[in-house]
């Protein structure tokens, strides 16, 4: 049973990688900034990363596994992804070649918030679930499903590209001007920005100010609560979940969580269980750790 796999979450801002053994043990967790720039230097900083941790961990055996999280669809059948020109990453390559080039061991690549949504039915809430959507609010908003113990993509990746969601009075002719999605450009970060005072505070301070007592931050919160549970109501009636998970920087908060439970009884007719993250910010890192070792699983054990 020697072997290891690892398990990275790239974001925009900071690359999390970590490892661990075959049972599952988590043996190290590192964290650097995203290296940004011309001619992707990411692509060699994730391997970077990734062989660091397993020369400090060599007498555990060799790699058989990486799985790579990012911010963005994956396809299934071709392996592209559309991530931030910032990176610089090829668009019309698999990011798993890319990778694999520099690792010594099959790589596969795989939607952020999936993983996330993984992490939370095998380690986290949903443990006792046979269905779960993960669903992050941040920076944007996407979702992860998970069904008897299986991530649903579509067939294109795009399962749980939220923020396209065409809500509103008329979706038809406001969808060609959003800036996200309709959904998204209601519930993200400068969403939640806009609605406070002149658009420029923070959404932490918002929060922070909120707790302290602020009517108008409140207020925000409350709006952006109440637009959430819209797009929330809308998985329940299409997936039927058996539970709900919510993440990210604003839906793992509790003061929204609650607010979105509140709304909940006005849009559907029946009870929605909803609960926030187990994991934190580590989710999508340890939910690509559990995907390296299902796929191992399922590979003749080397």
């Given amino acids: 049973m020697q072997g290891l796999v690892a398990g990275v979450d790239l974001g925009g801002t900071k690359v999390l990688a970590g490892l661990c053994d075959r049972r599952g043990t988590v043996l190290a967790v590192t964290e650097e900034p995203t290296e940004h720039g011309e001619q992707a230097p990411v692509l060699a900083q994730i391997p970077r990363m990734i062989l660091s941790l397993v020369q400090r961990f060599r007498e555990y055996g060799p790699l058989h596994t990486a799985v790579i999280g990012v911010p ?37 690549v795989e ?5 996330a949504a993984f992490a939370e039915a095998t380690l986290g809430k949903g ?55 309709l959904f998204e450009d209601q519930v993200d970060s400068p969403a939640v920005r806009g609605l406070y005072r002149d658009g420029t505070v923070p959404v932490s301070e918002i929060f922070a100010r909120a707790a302290r007592g602020d009517a108008e931050a409140s207020a925000a919160i409350e709006t952006l609560a109440k637009s959430a549970s819209v797009g929330i109501a809308s998985i329940q009636a299409v997936f039927d979940p058996s539970l709900i998970v919510l993440g990210g920087g604003i839906g793992s908060r509790s003061e929204f969580i609650e607010r979105v439970v509140r709304y909940m009884p006005s849009l559907l007719p029946f009870p929605v269980e909803i609960e926030p993250t187990a994991l934190g910010p580590e989710a999508g890192m340890r939910g690509a750790l559990m995907l390296g070792l299902r796929e191992l699983a399922t590979r003749k054990a080397p």
């Fill in 72 to 108: 963005t669809a994956v396809s299934p059948l071709t392996g592209l992804s559309s991530l931030s020109p910032n990176l610089a990453i090829p668009a019309d390559q698999p990011l798993a070649g890319l990778l694999g080039r520099n690792l010594p061991c099959p790589v596969f």
């Fill in 111 to 115: 939607n952020d918030v999936n993983l």
């Fill in 127 to 181: 443990r006792d679930h046979n269905s779960l959507a993960f669903i992050a609010f941040g920076t944007g908003v996407g979702m992860g499903l998970v069904i008897d113990g299986k991530l649903f993509r579509g067939r294109h990746g795009r399962a749980g590209e939220l923020g396209l969601l065409p809500l509103g009075a008329d979706p038809h002719c406001e969808a060609p001007k959003a800036r996200a999605g």
